[in-house]
């Protein structure tokens, strides 16, 4: 069994209770209700207490997306704090908030890595919460996703904690990553947290098991030498021993380690999100 990871605790974030295939969270001061198909067990809380604490439940429609149901009138959009920093919420057609706070380890991993002159290449960065903690430690951030929605929520966090030196590029990991290696382009930390699925730039469907192996090499010939890499995978079809074995293929003379990034709720249920790499 693969080492759990979990995730660090901050204020502005917690995990109330999780179960029957649904989590309930809270944003700042804002709770939600959404589905979480990693919730296989059962919730400690009553659906009853869920919904009087919940001010907005996901229904789920067809796919990824469905719609948001208000419980307590409250707007759709707010602010949430980490550390510093003013993250940007949105609830819009798919369950997700701009936020994803398992990630906190990982925001923590740059902010100790990054400072003046160090580079920092953000991959299907979404709305930007890694770039805002490198940006605040002076790193240089090129910051790139295939979506204008996503690039258009993080210059709104940009501009919410006064960042402008942060680059946005809309384009395609991969072809990006070609492009920079031709150009002998190199970074000191390398972050990819890629979907399970996912459309391109030029409507270009793809699915991460079939290209975990090309984004990791790539990885690896644009990281300087004592370089960091940071890759996070949602793919049910790829386990944190498919990342080991291939970063310590493409890696051999670095440090590698693997694990399922997880979360405990206050009633100490425990929600495994994904699979993450680091490599030093």
């Known amino acids: 069994m693969s080492q759990r990871i979990f995730s660090s605790d901050w204020p502005g974030y ?8 649904e989590k309930l969270e809270r944003w700042g001061d804002i709770i939600t209700l959404r589905p979480e198909v990693n919730a296989y067990f059962k919730p400690e809380l009553s659906k009853k207490e869920w919904l009087s604490k919940a001010h907005f439940q996901f229904s789920e429609a067809k796919g990824a997306f469905g719609s948001w149901k208000t419980l307590i009138n409250k707007p759709l959009s707010w602010h949430m704090p980490y550390a510093d920093f003013i993250l940007q919420i949105h609830l819009k ?8 706070p398992e990630q906190a380890i990982n925001w923590e991993k740059i902010s100790l890595k990054s400072g003046p002159g160090v580079s920092f290449l953000n991959l299907f960065a979404y709305s930007g919460v890694s770039s805002l903690v490198a940006l605040s430690k002076g790193a240089h951030v090129v910051h790139v996703d295939s979506s204008k929605t996503a690039l258009t929520w993080a210059k709104e966090n940009f501009t919410n904690n006064r960042f402008s030196g942060g680059k946005l590029v809309n384009e395609d990991a991969v072809l990006f990553m070609e492009r920079e290696v031709k150009r002998n382009h190199k970074y000191d930390i390398i972050q990819m947290d890629p979907p399970a699925w996912g459309v391109g730039t030029q409507g270009k469907k793809w699915q991460l098991e079939n290209q975990l192996d090309l984004l990791i090499h790539k990885a690896g010939e644009l990281l300087t030498e004592n370089g960091t890499l940071i890759v996070t995978t949602y793919s049910p079809k790829i386990s944190a021993d498919n990342l080991r074995e291939l970063g310590e293929f493409v890696f051999p003379n670095k440090t590698v380690k693997t694990g399922v990034l997880c979360t405990k709720s206050r009633t ?3 929600v495994e999100h994904g699979n993450l790499l680091h490599v030093y």
């Open 14 to 21: 917690e995990l109330i209770d999780a179960g029957g295939g």
């Open 268 to 270: 100490q249920k425990i």
């Open 93 to 100: 057609s798919t369950k997700h908030t701009g936020v994803f």
